[in-house]
Each structure stands twice: as C-alpha cells, then as structure tokens.
C-alpha cells in the first residue's frame, strides 16, 4: 500500500513560516535604525558646540599657539559633526528608509567618529598641562558612557563607539607611567569590557521589545480581519 502523500499545506507551511519570520526581523531591524537616526542631529550638533569650547579651552590654557595636529584634529571633529547631522537629517526626509544603506552608513560614521576623538589625548600639545589631560580623558569616558547609552538599542554601534575611546584613554593613562597610571588603564578596559557585555544585553532586550511589540500588532490585526469577515 502506498505511504500517504503530503498535504499541500504542509509543504508550504515551512517557507511561510520562514517568510513571516524573515519579515518581522526586517520590521525589527528598520526600527532599531529609527531609533539610532532619532537623536543623531540634535547630537551630532552638541557634540560640534562641544568640540569648539575643548578648541578654546586648549587656546586659553596652552602656552604658544596650538599645533597642527591639535588645529586638524579640530577641523576634522566639526567636520565629521556637520557631516554626521546632515547625514542623520537626510535618513529622516528619505523616503527610502529601509535599504541597507542607512545601516550600514551609520555604523561606519559611527566608527570614524569614534577614532577622530580616540585620537584627541594624542594630539594635545608637547608636555600638555597635567590637569587638562587629566580632565578630558575623563570628558572621552564621560561621551563613552553617554553615547553607549543612547544607542544601546544596537549592540554593533555601542562597540564601534566605546571601543576606540576607552582603549585610546587606557593606553594614554598607562604610557604616563607609575602605579596610577596603570591603575586608570587597567580600570578603564575594566570598564570597557563591561560596556562591551551590557551592548549585547541592550540589544537583546531591544529586540524582544520590539518583537512582542510587532507579533501583538499582527494579532490584533489578524483579530480585526477575523471579526470583519464574521460579520
């Protein structure tokens, strides 16, 4: 006697399923770059005022003018800032929102920033005033922090922003020397690291988030359908 064949719904249970999974992880990604885009102009022109009160600030307490990497460094922060609020303005007037573009294209500004101000103890004048150096690697741990914060929706974009800056300040305290100076390096990758496994934390809780958010959205449309056809 021949084996019973595979009903038609059964064969096509499989890639439906696969496509309705496929589509609520679209629908999950496209608002978590929403969330990411949300703050970016507002930010990005703090952190240019930012930028000009650490010029001035190196202006008024260094002896003799400023260097060239000091003043590049400068212009490639207000740059970067200007470049990252038009940048965000731009995702939010498209009407393309979904491509991979915007994704891939805020994670990569988001590394380029975050190495522009790594770079920032390193380009401080010869022989920097001690307290001044002292005070903006505590500022770069501070925007670490901040940062982390504020886009801890993604977990790629926490660890492009943090890493750079908290291992450039780590190395920047240890090469001062003596025990504190290794202390602060030690206890900034400390702190690195538990950055790095709260990202993937946050990302997770995102991401359950926004998908009961999303399955209670289809539910209750399904529900609605339903109550339309009985009728």
Do not use: K
């Amino acid at each position: 006697m021949d084996a019973p064949r595979p009903r038609p719904a059964q064969a096509v249970a499989a890639p439906t399923d696969t496509s309705l999974a496929q589509a609520l992880e679209a629908r999950i990604t496209h608002a978590r770059i929403r969330m990411l885009y949300g703050h970016m102009p507002v930010t990005a022109w703090t952190l240019f005022g930012f930028t000009l009160i650490i010029g001035g600030l190196l202006h008024f307490t260094q002896r003799g003018p400023l260097g060239l990497p000091t003043l590049s460094w400068l212009a490639v922060t207000l740059v970067l800032a200007v470049t990252r609020a038009l940048h965000a303005q731009a995702y939010l007037r498209s009407a393309h929102r979904q491509t991979s573009f915007w994704q891939h294209s805020y994670l990569g500004l988001t590394l380029v920033f975050s190495l522009c101000w790594s770079a920032l103890p390193w380009v401080l004048p010869p022989h920097p005033d001690q307290q001044l150096a002292i005070a903006l690697i505590g500022v770069l741990i501070g925007m670490a922090a901040t940062g982390a914060a504020q886009i801890s929706s993604d977990r790629a974009n926490v660890r492009a922003w943090t890493v750079p800056i908290l291992l450039s300040c780590a190395l920047y305290s240890a090469q001062t020397g003596g025990p504190l100076g290794w202390f602060g390096g030690i206890s900034i990758v400390g702190f690195l690291v538990i950055l790095w496994l709260e990202a993937n934390r946050g990302h997770r809780r995102v991401s359950e988030m926004l998908r009961l958010r999303f399955e209670s959205e289809e539910l209750a449309q399904a529900r609605a359908h339903a109550l339309r056809e009985a009728e």
